[in-house]
């Protein structure tokens, strides 16, 4: 068999913010964290700013976008500030995200079938300026035609569910979901979004979601940052690096 294209790793450092917050001090910081990753072999660097900015700070976002070599994907709410920010900061991509409970799906993604015409004018100058807008979104059919509508390049799935199940030891459901993902991830391609896919994805639960063959990028965060306490940033990042390689082969 053909093996699959090169399966982009975004590392996401919001958690890095995380350990610093906890104590108001300086450090650890995230850029020194983002850029150690690059030197890992990771393809992208992901952060969140939060509106309540519990972890990724605004002065995060900009030493991130003067001192990456590699695109910074940002995590961000559709709400008018994060716009701003958006338009002002102008990074390669732009992944909407739900922060509130009204605006989740049954699957814990973005509402986008709800708010199709809110959402449609919330990114239409994030496009106009060039930013790769991403949606993070379930499996669900109405929610990928909805995001394919409003005109995104690219549909995050949220694979939190499936690593839910995983670690509950309910392998029924486990399955069940990463089938759902696969359809969605094929029905996606179909329609021409490119398909990501995160949220909670760990050495034991990459592997599936690393071999469909739509997936083009994949978007990992807290369990790297925690992995780095073992072997550190490098190694985890090189180690999860491998399994998505074995993976598409
Ligand atoms: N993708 C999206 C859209 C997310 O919101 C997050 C969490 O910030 C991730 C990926 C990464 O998830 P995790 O930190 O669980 O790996």
């Known amino acids: 068999m053909k093996p699959l294209g090169h399966l982009r790793l975004g590392v996401n450092i919001d958690h890095v913010a995380t350990v610093r917050n906890a ?3 300086p450090y650890p ?3 020194r964290a983002a850029k150690l990753a690059e030197a890992a072999g990771a393809d992208g660097i992901t952060a969140h700013l939060r509106e309540d900015r519990r972890h990724i700070s605004d002065h995060d976002i900009e030493g991130l976008m003067a001192g990456l070599r590699v695109p910074l994907n940002l995590e961000m709410a559709a709400t008018d500030e ?4 958006a338009l002002r900061h102008r990074p390669h991509a732009a992944c909407i995200v739900p922060e509130k409970r009204e605006e989740l799906t049954t699957e814990g993604g973005l509402d986008v079938a709800g708010a199709e015409a809110r959402l ?3 990114i239409a100058p994030l496009r106009e300026a060039g930013i790769r807008v991403s949606l ?3 499996h669900e059919r109405a929610q990928i035609e909805a995001a394919a509508r ?6 995050e799935l949220h694979t939190g569910a499936y690593c839910d199940f995983h670690y509950a030891g309910e392998t029924d459901k486990r399955d069940d979901e990463l089938a759902r993902l ?3 991830a094929a029905l996606a391609a179909s329609l021409g979004l490119e398909v990501h896919a995160g949220h909670g994805l760990t050495y034991e639960t990459v592997g599936p979601v690393a071999a469909f063959p739509e997936v083009k990028e994949l978007n990992i965060g807290h369990f790297l940052i925690g992995e780095a306490i073992f072997r550190g940033l490098e190694g985890a990042i090189r180690e999860m690096r491998r399994l998505m390689d074995e993976a598409r082969t």
Do not use: N, T
């Not at 994060?82 to 920010?85: G, K, L, N, S």
């Not at 409003?150 to 549909?155: H, L, Q, R, Y």
């Open 136 to 138: 993070f979104i379930g």
């Open 120 to 122: 449609g004018r919330f």
């Open 182 to 184: 696969a359809e969605g």
């Open 23 to 25: 104590r108001g001090a």
């Open 29 to 31: 910081d995230p850029l």
């Open 82 to 85: 994060m716009q701003e920010i």
């Open 150 to 155: 409003i005109g995104a390049a690219v549909v």
